[in-house]
């Protein structure tokens, strides 16, 4: 694996109330020491490193099935990518350069957890310019169609993990982030951006954007309106992890 060594670099773009906020809320590092284990995400694209990361992280995990580590990946990676650039786009109207190729994972050596962060190569925060829904547009289809879709395309062909769950395992964080935003003290046009945002990507992006034929969160995203998590449809498979258990939100507590 071809390490990633960043040293100190000049933050452009964001303030220090913001990079403390997505340094201590998004698993990101503006810059790391170069004793962290850390690696270009696109290196993942290749079968035979995805398959050698997916073994080394189901012994960190507590798992043996490719599917069962995949999705739990999945669930860090998306966690990262979503948190960090979501931020940046509905409460602050910036953007990272969220393609792939920019992205750096770094594979955090915890004791009790396994919970990797991650930077970019390119770390400038972009000022929102022009026409806001044709900035959001494009800001939604880097994320998706030049990120996590190439990532969880490739976690599903290698593992044989379930697109539908890999999607809902990202659905589930989205809905989490904007239930949690408007729950906040903002003013009522931040809250209506808000809205809207959420709005725009689970039910109004259209398949371009994720890089499919259609919105992949279209039919099960009101399951998550209104701080009102209910069942998934879909197992993230955390009780096939030695010690795991069924999540509060599993569909197999059907006794719930």
């Not at 998004?26 to 694209?45: D, I, V």
């Not at 509905?90 to 050596?109: A, G, H, L, Y």
């Not at 026409?131 to 996590?148: C, G, P, T, Y």
């Not at 701080?227 to 197992?235: G, I």
């Amino acid at each position: 694996m071809a390490p990633v060594q960043l040293n100190m670099r000049n933050v452009i773009g964001w303030s220090e109330s913001e990079r403390i906020y997505i340094e201590n809320h998004c698993r990101f590092q503006f810059s790391f020491s170069k004793e962290k284990a850390a690696f270009a995400a696109e290196y993942l694209l290749e079968g035979e490193n995805m398959l050698a990361f997916i073994k080394e992280a189901g012994k960190k995990i507590g798992s043996q099935e490719e599917r069962v580590t995949a999705s739990l990946f999945f669930k860090r990676y998306v966690f990262c990518c979503l948190t960090s650039s979501l931020y940046a786009l509905s409460i602050r109207n910036k953007q990272f350069d969220m393609r792939i190729q920019n992205v750096i994972i770094i594979d955090e050596q915890e004791k009790h957890s396994w919970l990797p962060s991650f930077s970019l190569q390119n770390i400038e925060g972009l000022s929102m310019a022009g026409d806001r829904e044709k900035w959001r547009s494009s800001v939604i289809e880097m994320l998706f169609a030049q990120n996590i879709s190439i990532m969880l395309d490739h976690l599903a062909r290698y593992t044989k993990a379930s697109r539908a769950m890999l999607w809902e395992n990202a659905l589930i964080y989205i809905a989490w982030l904007y239930n949690a935003w408007q729950s906040e003290n903002h003013r009522a046009p931040l809250k209506k951006q808000l809205d809207e945002d959420y709005r725009f990507i689970v039910q109004q992006a259209d398949g371009f954007h994720f890089g499919a034929s259609s919105n992949p969160f279209l039919k099960s995203s009101r399951k998550y309106e209104k701080q009102e998590m209910k069942k998934r449809q879909t197992c993230c498979l955390y009780y096939r992890t030695d010690g795991g258990t069924c999540c509060k939100t599993c569909p197999m507590n059907e006794a719930d």
